[in-house]
């Protein structure tokens, strides 16, 4: 087990999963279904998540926790530990209620037994956290990840692989926030830890790679991102093959880099390749499918070809609307494009309709001054000019140079996709 868990460490996920196993089927053969079992049990779930076999990961899990539920210990961290595990596939998979249930059980838990200061609660505040960025309440999931932190560096040092990983989520968190002067620094330090403890090329070190070309690449620095994110390919492909969700990502992110450059059939072909990689692995109504296919959308409307890039909008929405809650942040983006492809093809009308739901829910969701929030106060007043209501849109210009001038992070209609946001699960 020491030695599948420091192959894990390595990022050598193929060799970890062989050694589990021979751990699971040497508890199988013997009869004992004891915790030592359970460990096995899960410690190759955990690698199979990270390699992307997500429902294998589930089966394991579970039974995982079925030992553990049945023999918990005194003090029933394992069985915590394994909650907080499965929470963290479900949030992967898309179900967010599910994953809340369970990580709030085993916060419960751990806070109970190990104190609210111990760095199992910093971990398992760190898996809420992220399964909140999902659920699109980005308010809360920032108090959250800092709490973790703060648990985390007190408990295990400033250097600790834990604090990078949350650093990485918080960093990224404040991009999306558009708070990018604070996202950069947060970011290189989790890389800095990264690096110096796991190597230059390891996945969890391209992980943060791929946040920070995307800060990069919202500040125009288009060389410095494209050169991070052909790094994180190369890293990516070498550890985790070809086919996984992560090759997905940067692929996609890197396409709109090349979209953001007017490369426009290269980044179509890379996009495109992500999503079939992608569809493969999670299934075509996947959230992230959704901003997949935004950005593919997004390559169609530079093209001026209007039409097909509706149709993608339209499926974006209907993802959304399935797999997100109702007033999720990321559907303001898509009433926006919606609004704005509309207004392309003359329907004002439409467009306008689209635009006031993007507007009223960035404003609840996003807050008022947000970056994103000033693109649609933008694209709407243009359109009221072009329909003859340009004392109805000087306001709304007004207000959107105001909130672009505090914040010079350049607001985007398409998104990148950081899908491996696991990098968790225990034992």
């Known amino acids: 087990m020491a030695q599948g868990a420091e192959r894990r460490q390595a990022g050598r996920y193929q060799d970890a999963e062989r050694i589990f196993r021979m751990a699971v089927q040497a508890s199988e053969e013997s009869g004992e279904q004891d915790s030592r079992y359970a460990v096995s049990l899960n410690s190759l779930a955990g690698v199979l998540q990270l390699r992307g076999r997500y429902q294998e990961a589930e089966k394991l899990y579970r039974r995982a ?12 961290s394992n069985f915590a530990i394994s909650l907080s595990n499965l929470a963290s596939l479900y949030r992967t998979t898309a179900r967010y209620a599910e994953a809340e249930s369970l990580i709030l059980q085993a916060l419960e838990i751990e806070e109970k037994t190990a104190g609210r200061e111990d760095p199992t609660v910093g971990g398992a505040l760190y898996t809420l956290g992220m399964i909140q960025i999902a659920m699109g309440r980005s308010g809360e999931a920032e108090a959250t990840l800092r709490r973790a932190l703060a648990i ?3 408990a295990l040092g400033p250097d600790d692989l834990d604090v990078a990983k949350t650093l990485s989520e918080l960093g990224y968190l404040c991009h999306t926030l558009g708070r990018g002067a604070e996202a950069g620094p947060l970011l290189r330090r989790a890389i800095a830890i990264r690096e ?12 943060t790679l791929n946040k920070l070309a995307e800060v990069y690449r919202s500040e ?5 991102a494209e050169m991070l994110w052909q790094r994180v390919l190369r890293i990516w492909q070498t550890a985790l093959g070809p086919e996984h969700p992560d090759i997905a ?3 996609n992110n890197l396409g709109m880099l090349y979209h953001d450059e007017g490369r426009l059939d290269e980044a179509e072909r890379l996009i495109e390749r992500g999503l079939n990689i992608l569809g493969k692995a999670v299934g075509m109504d996947h959230p992230i499918m959704a901003r997949m296919l935004n950005n593919l959308a997004v390559v169609h409307e530079t093209r001026k070809e209007y039409a097909k890039a509706e149709m993608l909008y339209y499926r974006v929405l209907a993802i959304q609307e399935k797999s997100l809650a109702p007033e999720h942040p990321a559907m303001h983006t898509t009433f926006n494009n919606l609004g704005r492809v509309c207004f392309l093809q ?3 009308a439409d467009g306008e309709s689209y635009y006031l739901r993007a507007l009223t829910l960035g404003e609840k969701t996003l807050g008022k001054n947000h970056p994103a929030v000033a693109v649609t106060l933008c694209n709407y007043a243009v359109l009221l000019r072009r329909v003859h209501r340009g004392a109805e849109a000087k306001p709304l210009l007004i207000r959107a140079r105001a909130i672009q001038s505090r914040n010079a992070l350049e607001s985007s209609t398409r998104w ?3 899908y491996r946001e696991l990098q968790g699960s225990k034992h």
């Open 65 to 76: 926790l079925a030992v553990w539920k049945e023999q918990p210990g005194p003090d029933r």
């Open 196 to 207: 110096k403890a796991l190597g230059l090329d390891h996945p969890d070190v391209a992980h």
């Open 416 to 418: 990148t996709v950081g």
């Open 152 to 154: 985390q560096r007190a």
């Open 346 to 348: 003359g329907r004002y």
């Open 249 to 251: 990502s940067a692929l």
């Open 220 to 224: 125009r620095r288009f060389g410095e």
